[in-house]
């Protein structure tokens, strides 16, 4: 676990004001309110439908929420379409991995690296308005783990295993040089050694800088990496804080109960 | 008063187009752009059967029906198996075959105005003091028959509530030992026979042409996109809707418009709520 | 051998793999293989008018390069953008039209309307299809298979640009040789354009709509800003057509919206080869030939080519260019298991 930010100096850079969500009948979100300060890993976890991607989807405008406020460095971003949330900086994975199957993956890097965004910025290590977009998509992909002298880069996506797949979501999101990273369950589908080797990716991720809010069900990889913690029960946040201090909540233990995983997390913590 | 029965006519005579055609989309998700085709296919066996072969004219009925439905059900047996599930191939082949059919009938020597049916019953009735033929009649009256039919049908038979299940959640059907494609078939063969009773009831009231089947497609079309893809009911009272529009059109504007307002119908529907206005998908998966 | 105790084996031709590099430059025989199918291409499509016997069957070349132009654009919207529009009708009525009403009303000549018509013509198509660009799937396509006979029967019902008569009295082109080469030198450049195009990173912006809308937006870029370039490309081509068709015709009238331009374009697509540019070209060269002889057989022709449009949807859905592109860069072999 890496030092928690001091939170009583800075502003924080994502605030989520009583956002609620209604699909129908069904109450997704009720009264969801957190911030986020910037350098922070923000981990959310929650039982299945308890809300989680719901609350991505609201963040990056693929949703609007029925009512409440999203600010980003205190500018309203409420219902804004996705595609203006993204140029701000705040950039998400898929749950389920949306590669373009139909290209080689260093391709699927042109994309991001040809918005607005990455004209401006110049992408992650910059110069990527310089038009030599596919060049420095390699560079990406060498840094978030896809070894440059192989073929792997060059091949089509859709032969690509899973991890390198997540991999690439990542990398997408990379390409627009983001302030905020929202991951959407990254650890899942992965084996353990894959895992091992996203972990010390999203610690230098934070490092450079990067806020990060990783929603996830590997609770023990997540406490390894957040220094904060939500957890969410039906749309509702039951609460936040520490690793420590979510662990060692009653009401956390309710909500998952019968959860081995949490068990052992607390065995082992 | 005019509008009024004429309207509750006209309507139920567009939902018995439509009723086939929302039928099979919904049941098997095969959009059978075929659908006029077996309209007017159906109408000449009919005539075949009835002018030329000289069987009794409910027996003749009886017969094209059945050789409408074994049409529509060797149509998904043959062509639209093979390319079940990709929607856009789906389109296109069971267009072509739609338009291999009329424009063979048309090649056949099948036009001009030699090619009636005639009425169930002569004479006419006023009602509210507006004279409305016996025909007409009957075919509102058997057409809502039908729609109750079918609602009991699909809710307490069992081969009803096999489709129903398909029509719900294939894969889970699949796994309760339902044969989607048997049932896929079915449903064509269905759709096919709606189609045909259509026919036989609409098409007593003028000529039997090859140009109806496009009408009658764009029609139904028009009924399901209003009603929402893949809900009949709702393609029932979108048939309401489009109907009276159309009739008021016609009073008040022309009958140059009565197209244009299906046309427009569809195109507004499409663009303001893909959904239909009955429909139940998920707006979020069609239009992010 | 029969197939249970052997495979097929497809393994690239040795001159393919040393010619996809820079390497093809090293012998005459390996730059011609890549180079030697786009000579006869072009050569071939530049004979064409030459080598037809009458004024008929260069009207007919024409006509041939008009449907491929419109297929291309179909080509590219399906297989590269993902939007299936079966409505190459609304756009050959709309630049047709376009083109007919520059011409009569404004005296321009056609050397000036058939830019103009596809200028003009593309933004109608897109503005008109703006709001349907959301759609996908089924609903794109039935929303444009009902554009092209909206269309006719608003002309119809208002009476407007000569109602069902049409406009007649529309300038030719100077002489055939003119009228010709201008349809030809568009299917070239169209072709080669549009190939270029789709490997750009533009052009990958489109495969990857197509591909995943979702994350398009994910990365910051408007996607109904690109979907809309690209009905205004695809438009664009179909409306030049559209235009040429009138003056080769001298006429425009209602008929311009009928089913023929949108089905046969498609037909050819799928003969030709989808996704493949080349394909639609192959596809018209053989189609409306022969849909010309049927001529004489009036609606024979339509039940033809849909009978050939559901054979290839069924067993041959890739197409004859695929295929033969298999068949020059690959061999095949069995071998034993």
């Known amino acids: ?269 | 008063m005019e509008i009024l029965v004429y309207g509750t006519i006209n309507s139920v005579s567009l939902a018995l187009m439509g009723l086939g055609f929302a039928m099979v989309y919904g049941i098997s998700r095969v959009p059978n752009f075929a659908h006029g085709a077996l309209y007017v296919i159906c109408g000449f066996v009919t005539w075949t059967l009835f002018q030329k072969l000289g069987l009794p004219y409910f027996i003749a009925i009886i017969l094209s029906l059945g050789v409408n439905g074994v049409l529509g059900m060797l149509m998904y047996r043959f062509v639209l198996i093979r390319v079940r599930g990709m929607n856009i191939s789906e389109i296109i082949a069971s267009y072509a075959i739609g338009l291999i059919i009329l424009e063979g009938l048309r090649f056949g020597g099948f036009r001009g105005m030699t090619y009636t049916l005639p009425v169930f019953m002569e004479g006419s009735l006023m009602i509210g003091g507006v004279p409305v033929d016996y025909h007409r009649i009957v075919m509102t009256i058997i057409g809502i028959l039908l729609v109750a039919g079918l609602w009991l049908f699909t809710h307490h038979t069992r081969i009803g509530l096999a489709l129903q299940g398909m029509a719900q959640d294939e894969r889970a059907a699949l796994m309760l030992g339902i044969d989607s494609d048997f049932m896929a078939m079915l449903a064509m063969g269905f759709g096919a026979v709606l189609a045909g009773v259509a026919a036989t009831l609409i098409m007593p009231l003028g000529n039997i042409v090859v140009e109806s089947g496009y009408h009658v497609l764009i029609m139904s079309i028009a009924v399901c996109i209003v009603g929402g893809l893949g809900s009949w009911m709702g393609a029932f009272f979108a048939a309401f809707i489009i109907g009276f529009a159309q009739i008021l059109t016609v009073v008040y504007i022309g009958s140059h418009f009565q197209m244009v307002v299906a046309i427009l119908a569809i195109i507004l529907t499409l663009i303001l709520k893909p959904s239909g206005l009955f429909g139940q998908q998920k707006e979020l998966e069609e239009r992010v | 051998m029969s197939s249970q105790h052997a495979r097929k084996e497809r393994i690239d031709r040795g001159i393919k793999v040393r010619s996809d590099g820079l390497y093809a430059l090293m012998s005459l025989r390996e730059l011609s293989y890549l180079t030697l199918p786009r000579f006869i291409l072009i050569a071939g499509m530049m004979l064409l008018p030459v080598l037809m016997p009458d004024m008929y069957w260069q009207r007919v070349i024409s006509i041939v390069c008009i449907y491929t132009i419109l297929a291309i654009s179909f080509d590219f919207l399906a297989h590269y953008v993902g939007l299936v529009s079966l409505g190459g009708a609304f756009f050959i009525g709309t630049g047709g039209y376009t083109a007919g009403i520059l011409n009569t009303y404004f005296g321009l000549p056609p050397i000036l309307t058939v830019p103009l018509a596809a200028i003009i013509g593309g933004l109608i198509c897109t503005l008109m299809l703006l709001p349907c660009l959301p759609l996908k799937g089924v609903y794109f396509a039935i929303i444009t298979l009902m554009y092209p006979l909206f269309m006719a029967r608003i002309i119809e019902a208002f009476d407007i640009f000569g109602g069902t008569d049409g406009l007649i009295g529309i300038d030719n082109f100077s002489s055939a040789f003119v009228e010709q080469y201008l349809v030809v030198a568009m299917v070239l450049m169209f072709l080669s354009g549009i190939r270029r195009f789709v490997t750009t990173d533009m052009g990958l912006i489109f495969t990857a709509i197509m591909d995943n809308d979702q994350a398009v937006k994910a990365s910051g870029i408007n996607i109904a800003k690109y979907k809309a370039l690209a009905v205004f490309i695809a438009s664009a081509m179909g409306c030049m057509a559209g235009a040429c068709l009138t003056h080769i015709y001298m006429w425009t009238g209602i008929s311009q919206f009928a089913l023929d331009f949108s089905i046969l374009p498609i037909a050819a697509t799928v003969i030709g080869g989808s996704g493949t540019l080349i394909g639609p070209l192959l596809g018209c060269l053989i189609l409306v030939p022969v849909s010309e002889l049927l001529r004489d057989f009036g609606t024979l022709r339509i039940v033809f080519y849909a009978s050939i449009l559901v054979g290839f949807i069924l067993f041959r859905s890739d197409g004859i260019m695929v295929f033969g592109q298999r068949k020059y860069e690959q061999f095949e072999r069995w071998t034993k298991i």
Not at chain 1, 36 to 51: A, K, M, Q, Y
Not at chain 1, 184 to 192: A, H, K, R, T, V
Not at chain 1, 208 to 223: K, N
């Open chain 1, 1 to 269: 676990m890496t030092q928690p930010a001091d939170q009583t100096k800075t502003k924080p850079i994502l605030r989520m004001k009583n956002l609620n969500k209604r699909f129908g009948g069904v109450q997704a979100l009720k009264d969801v309110s957190f911030d986020v300060f910037p350098g922070d890993v923000l981990g959310i976890i929650g039982p299945n439908g308890s809300g989680k991607t719901t609350i991505v989807n609201s963040i990056t405008g693929f949703i609007k929420p029925t009512s409440g406020k999203v600010y980003f460095k205190d500018k309203d971003i409420t219902g804004k379409p996705p595609h203006k949330v993204a140029d701000m900086g705040i950039t998400r994975t898929f749950q389920i991995m949306r590669p373009y199957y139909s290209l080689p993956a260093y391709k699927n890097l042109v994309i991001p690296l040809f918005s607005p965004r990455a004209k401006r910025t110049g992408g992650w290590r910059g110069g990527g308005n310089l038009g030599n977009r596919q060049t420095i998509a390699i560079d990406i992909l060498e840094e978030i783990g896809f070894e440059r002298d192989s073929y792997i880069p060059f091949k089509k996506t859709s032969t690509l295993p899973t991890g390198y797949l997540k991999r690439l979501e990542l990398a997408r999101c990379l390409a627009l040089k983001p302030e905020i990273i929202i991951c959407d369950e990254i650890f899942s589908g992965l084996s353990m050694s894959e895992i091992a080797s996203m972990v010390p990716l999203i610690e230098r991720l934070q490092d450079e800088g990067i806020t990060i809010v990783m929603i996830e069900h590997r609770l023990r990889e997540l406490f390894q990496v957040a220094n904060r913690v939500m957890v969410l029960n039906f749309g509702e946040k039951l609460i936040e804080g520490t690793p420590d201090l979510v662990m060692a909540d009653e009401k956390v233990k309710a909500a998952y109960f019968g959860s081995k995983e949490v068990e052992e997390v607390m065995t082992y913590a």
